[in-house]
């Protein structure tokens, strides 16, 4: 069916047929703002719209700027978010983002109807860098009853990494929780910056592919059911761009909210923050009092990337809710677009690394390869540096 949505004017394209209280629902839009026209007819949310249906959705709330309240309670919003044509009060906030998080972990897009991403049974562990998304994300679930270990991974970026873990530690130490800490240094001998010298690879080359190996070594190693971070929409909508601008169909065919693990190879890894903006995710470590890292990683200028986040926000300026609707009709028609190359085929070959056991395609994975290679060069670099 095809969806005009007014202030802002917007079209989008839904499977039906649906119930309109469904739909309303998919779109992220509180029932009591809107009217539902169909063919134009008014309807209500028992109604259903059929698959060729020609629905208008209308916002009946007037007042613009300075007149905006709270969509749930009325009181003063602290938060407004043009996407969900909303705004919130404090403790609204609160309620939004962990109504997201409950829709995200219970149905994540491109998921069968019955797979959640992690149960209350389930051991989970979330990868916390220190910045807001993490963070917010580690606070929700708990606040939401789920047994939740954290797991921190120094990257020896001087006294950024230094704060960062300060932050993580202080998390869990006011709240009582478990937080696992993998120092690159200690662990494997080299941080980043010295990473990236000796293999001549950039630093966010070398950064992303030890925290993707640390995070899945410790939740194989010490047993977690699955693991998160705290990959949001911003950053899932400008991966995508990337992947979509390069037609990089590999990539394409495997990025999602659910990667499923592979017995003692790799970790299922989920992202439940993936409906959530970075203002989002901001605002509820504000209101919730939580104290993260508002720095960014001083090695992240030129980092490829920034590009499709600039471009997208662009885009959402005028035209809310495109990045949502760029992700998630992708996630939608993934099978389709981007179909899984013989999901048999990667599962067949994928095995354990000659070195370290853990998944790979080769014989030796990626990142026992960079440690060769790391291994090699430092002491050269030592050499070169007078003593
Ligand atoms: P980034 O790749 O920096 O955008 O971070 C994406 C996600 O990876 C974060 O939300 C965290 O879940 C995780 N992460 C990033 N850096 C670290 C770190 N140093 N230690 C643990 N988790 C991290
Ligand atoms: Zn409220
Ligand atoms: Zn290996």
């Known amino acids: 069916m095809i969806v005009r949505m007014r202030n802002p004017d917007a079209t989008v394209e839904v499977a039906g047929p649906m119930r309109v209280g469904d739909l309303l629902d998919h779109l992220d839009i509180a029932p009591h703002t809107v009217l539902v026209i169909d063919g134009g007819a008014l309807v209500v949310a028992d109604h259903v719209l059929a698959a060729d249906a020609e629905v208008e959705i209308r916002p009946?709330?007037?007042?613009?700027?300075?007149?905006?309240?709270?969509?749930?309670?009325?009181?003063?919003?602290?938060?407004?978010e043009p996407r969900h044509r909303a705004a919130w009060c404090a403790s609204h906030v609160v309620d939004h983002v962990h109504n997201q998080?409950?829709?995200?972990?219970?149905?994540?897009?491109?998921?069968?109807h019955n797979e959640r991403m992690f149960g209350y049974a389930d051991r989970v562990i979330v990868a916390v860098s220190g910045g807001k998304d993490s963070l917010a994300l580690w606070d929700a679930l708990l606040s939401m009853g789920y047994r939740v270990d954290g797991l921190?991974?120094?990257?020896?970026?001087?006294?950024?990494?230094?704060?960062?873990?300060?932050?993580?530690?202080?998390?869990?130490?006011a709240r009582g929780v478990r937080l696992h800490v993998v120092d690159l240094a200690d662990t494997y001998g080299y941080t980043t910056p010295s990473g990236a010298v000796a293999t001549g690879r950039s630093t966010c080359g070398?950064?992303?592919?030890?925290?993707?190996?640390?995070f899945n070594r410790v939740a194989i190693d010490e047993g977690y059911d699955v693991l998160l971070?705290?990959?949001?929409?911003?950053?899932e909508a400008a991966t995508l761009h990337g992947n979509l601008v390069r037609?990089?169909?590999?990539?394409?065919?495997?990025?999602?909210?659910?990667?499923?693990?592979?017995?003692?190879?790799?970790?299922?890894?989920?992202?439940?923050?993936?409906?959530l903006s970075e203002r989002e995710t901001a605002a509820y470590c504000v209101v919730r009092g939580i104290d993260y890292v508002v720095e960014e990683c001083p090695l992240v200028?030129?980092?490829?990337?920034?590009?499709?986040?600039?471009?997208l926000d662009l885009i959402e300026a005028g035209s809310p809710g495109a990045k949502a609707q760029l992700l998630f009709g992708f996630l939608d028609r993934q099978s389709r677009v981007a179909p899984q190359v013989g999901s048999d085929d990667r599962a067949a070959d994928l095995g354990a690394c000659a070195h370290c056991?853990?998944?790979?395609?080769?014989?030796?994975?990626?990142?026992c390869r960079q440690q060769e290679r790391i291994r090699a060069a430092l002491p050269l670099l030592d050499a070169e540096v007078p003593a």
């Open 229 to 235: 971070t705290g990959h949001n929409l911003d950053d």
């Open 357 to 367: 056991g853990l998944a790979t395609v080769s014989e030796v994975c990626a990142f």
């Open 101 to 112: 998080i409950r829709k995200a972990i219970d149905h994540a897009h491109g998921t069968d």
């Open 60 to 80: 009946v709330i007037s007042g613009g700027a300075g007149g905006l309240t709270c969509i749930a309670c009325g009181r003063p919003p602290v938060l407004e």
């Open 301 to 311: 200028a030129g980092n490829s990337g920034h590009e499709h986040k600039a471009a």
């Open 247 to 275: 037609w990089h169909d590999d990539f394409l065919a495997r990025q999602g909210p659910v990667l499923p693990g592979r017995g003692g190879l790799q970790a299922r890894k989920c992202k439940p923050l993936y409906r």
């Open 206 to 214: 070398v950064c992303g592919l030890s925290k993707r190996y640390a």
């Open 152 to 173: 921190y991974v120094g990257l020896g970026i001087g006294g950024y990494s230094v704060r960062s873990q300060g932050a993580c530690e202080a998390f869990a130490d």
